[in-house]
C-alpha cells in the first residue's frame, strides 16, 4: 500500500469548513483514498473514499487532484463532534489489508 | 443491524492469567479483523481472517491466538501477556465482495490491563 502523509494536527472553528490535506505522491492507479476518523476512546468509523472523480456523503467531502497524489476532506461545517483523529490511508478497494498512518488530530474550537 | 459488537468493554488480567476477546457481527461479513491500538497511536493490525481462515498475521507473539469459531464470531485467546501488551483491542468487519466499498466497520474495543 502507498504510504501517505498528513498533518499531525489542525484547529477549526466550530461552523467554518474544516480541510484536512493527505499526500500520497506514490499512490499506484488501482488504489483507492479511503478517509477515516476515531472519535476519543471509539472505534475507527468509515467517512468516504474515492479514486479520482470528487465524491460527496452527507458526512463529508473529498477532492483528489487530477495527478492523484494529493487529496482533501471537506467537513462543511465543522460542529464539537467531529473533533477526531481522521486518518488518510490508501488501499486497493476491497484489499483485506487495511494499514493506519499516523492521521491528523482536528480539534474544533467553539 | 450494522454492529460489530465486542466483549467485555475493560479486562484486567494478570502474567498467568488466559482470557479471551470476543467480537461478534451480523452482517453477513466475511472478513474479520484484530487491531491493538495503544495511547494516542494509530491502530495496528494484527491478525485478518477471511471465510474463517487466517489469512492475515502480521508477525504477532505466540501469545496472542486468534480464533473465528463461524462467520460471525471472531475471538482473541490471551495467555502469559505482558504489562506492554495493556491497550485497546478492535475488532472490525468487512464484506468480501468486489462489487463492495470496502469499508471496514468497527467495533468499540476492548480495553485491557495488564498487571
New interface residues.
Partial sequence: DAKTTQPPSMDCAEGRAANLPCNHSTISGNEYVYWYRQIHSQGPQYIIHGLKNNETNEMASLIITEDRKSSTLILPHATLRDTAVYYCIVRVQGAQKLVFGQGTRLTINP | DTE?TQTPKHLVMGMTNKKSLKCEQHMGHR?M?WYKQKAKK????MF?Y?YEKL??NESVPSRFSPECPNSSLLNLHLHALQPEDSA?Y?C?S?E???T??????????SRLTVL
Fill in positions: 460489530v472478513a479483523y494509530p491502530p495496528e493490525l485478518v477471511s489469512s492475515i485497546l478492535l472490525a468487512m468480501l465482495l468486489k463492495t466499498s470496502g469499508e471496514l466497520f468497527f467495533g468499540e474495543g
